[in-house]
T-cell receptor, first 114, second 115 residues
Framework: SAVISQKPSRDICQRGTSLTIQCQVDSQVTMMFWYRQQPGQSLTLIATANQGSEATYESGFVIDKFPISRPNLTFSTLTVSNMSPEDSSIYLC???????????FGPGTRLTVL | AQSVTQLDSQVPVFEEAPVELRCNYSSSVSVYLFWYVQYPNQGLQLLLKYLSGSTLVKGINGFEAEFNKSQTSFHLRKPSVHISDTAEYFCAVSEGTSGTYKYIFGTGTRLKVLA
């Protein structure tokens, strides 16, 4: 399976600011995904990021709030914009594995907004 | 629309005892099914998956799961648990069409292994 790293691993931010989370993979992958895991809850898909095209956002998530970049086949960023305490969550990136239809997850970024 | 139900939010079990974590899904199409484990302060690790073929699937760390289409279930089992199995376990489903990567996750089951 792919080795996935995320930066930062955790951060504490002030209301109204923005944070960019990086996701790096040790191999080239076509599809990358960003998820949110709110405290004590399950994972919710934010968007799918394919290299060379605009990210596809799920219902309830918009590009202005969660802009995503995918400049190459091993890297992606998710920005959480104009943050509020409700954005406090773990944000995880995942990638498609070598086996079709299987996703592998990064360690997550734990975000706290004050 | 697809959905996943994990009925047990918490499961306490003594060390070396067997455990079953339940997962039921609803879907109007064929599905792929997954179990992931999340250890404290870590990301998700794939335990096992069912894509096709044998309905009994074996995964890492001694876990196995059985796909039951008639009962729309994919319960996770381990015959003898260890303290190190204490973690959150998530069941996930995706449409059974190759290339469709959208996962729907259950709410998770917190397994607590007691000494």
């Amino acid at each position: 399976s792919a080795v996935i790293s995320q930066k930062p691993s955790r951060d504490i931010c002030q209301r109204g600011t923005s944070l960019t989370i990086q996701c790096q993979v040790d191999s080239q992958v076509t599809m990358m995904f960003w998820y949110r895991q709110q405290p004590g809850q399950s994972l919710t898909l934010i968007a799918t990021a394919n290299q060379g095209s605009e990210a596809t956002y799920e219902s309830g998530f918009v590009i202005d709030k969660f802009p995503i970049s995918r400049p190459n086949l091993t890297f992606s960023t998710l920005t959480v914009s104009n943050m509020s305490p409700e954005d406090s969550s773990i944000y995880l990136c995942s990638v498609e594995g070598a086996v079709t239809d299987t996703q592998y997850f990064g360690p997550g970024t734990r975000l706290t907004v004050l | 629309a697809q959905s996943v139900t994990q009925l047990d939010s918490q499961v306490p079990v003594f060390e070396e005892a067997p455990v079953e974590l339940r997962c039921n899904y609803s879907s109007s199409v064929s599905v792929y099914l997954f179990w992931y484990v999340q250890y404290p302060n870590q990301g998700l690790q794939l335990l096992l998956k069912y894509l096709s073929g044998s309905t009994l699937v074996k995964g890492i760390n001694g876990f196995e799961a059985e796909f039951n289409k008639s009962q729309t279930s994919f319960h996770l089992r381990k015959p003898s648990v260890h303290i190190s199995d204490t973690a959150e376990y998530f069941c996930a489903v995706s449409e059974g069409t190759s290339g469709t990567y959208k996962y729907i996750f259950g709410t998770g089951t917190r397994l607590k292994v007691l000494a």
